[in-house]
């Protein structure tokens, strides 16, 4: 009984206190060069990985571009395209025409 009672009289005293500090502090720096993290580790990444990431994004865009210009049959098919004004009625799911 004695120990809740103590508990309790620290978390009242905790609570009522006015010196709190935040749990996560996060600082804004107002300069353009200086990084701002929220609930992150800040890292410095090498400038050489960031050089070969960019190479391999290039190459990538790269190879997508030129398939699409040069194999675009690979995306609509290698067939003629049928020609519509050919399509019967029939076909298209039209009923025929009755005189009423």
Known sequence: ??????????AARVLVS?????IVKSIRYSSSDAEWT???VKTKIPKG??????????VMWYWILFH????FGH?????????????TDKELGI??????
């Open 1 to 10: 009984m004695f120990r809740a009672v103590k508990t309790l009289s620290t």
């Open 18 to 22: 006015n010196d709190l500090k935040p």
């Open 38 to 40: 929220y609930r992150s």
């Open 49 to 58: 990985n960031i050089i070969k990431s960019e190479a391999i994004m290039a």
């Open 68 to 71: 699409v210009w040069y194999d």
């Open 75 to 87: 995306l609509v098919g290698h067939f003629e395209y049928p020609d519509p004004s050919k399509w």
């Open 95 to 100: 009923p025929p025409l009755t005189e009423d």
